[in-house]
């Protein structure tokens, strides 16, 4: 039986954890996976889905982040957001496979679409580095349980 509640959290939970907010989706995913009332499959669908899904705001963020640059509030200097993008032109479009990454990860994400990253190859690139973690993160709590 699926529970809405348990996938709704899990979903937020993923969604939140792929911005700049503090979460972690991993013990959300784990403590289901581990309690077994979920096919695992459901819940790495719902887990992929919120976390792409918030990188994917962060891309657009990304998109429209400059404008804001002059701003006292604004969180990044202009050398860090040039540094940034000099590491994402160097290594291409590819460092999104390291999207899963904490404290990387969330930054790469939206320089992709600071960088006008296409979408589509944007998606294509996070599914895989997100779904990725969350399917060797089932792995392992199979393997505990």
């Keep these: 039986m699926n529970d809405p ?15 700049v907010l503090p979460m972690q989706s991993e013990a959300v995913l784990v ?17 992929t889905a919120g976390n792409v899904l918030g990188s994917a705001v962060n891309w657009w963020l990304g998109r429209g982040i400059e404008r804001f640059q002059g ?35 969330d930054p790469l994400t939206v320089i992709a679409g600071v960088l006008r990253e296409p979408l589509a190859s944007f998606l294509l690139l996070v ?12 792995f392992g709590a199979a393997a505990l349980s």
């Design 127 to 138: 599914t895989l580095a997100k779904g990725g973690r969350y399917f060797l993160l089932a």
């Design 71 to 105: 701003r006292r509030w604004f969180p990044a200097s202009p050398a860090a957001l040039d540094r940034a993008a000099g590491w994402y032109r160097r290594h291409g479009r590819w460092s999104l496979l390291l999207s899963w990454v904490p404290v990387i990860g």
């Design 31 to 47: 403590g289901l996976l581990l309690g077994g009332q979920q096919p695992a499959w459901l819940l790495l669908l719902v887990a």
């Design 5 to 19: 509640a348990a996938l709704s959290l899990l979903f937020l939970s993923a969604l939140v954890a792929a911005t």
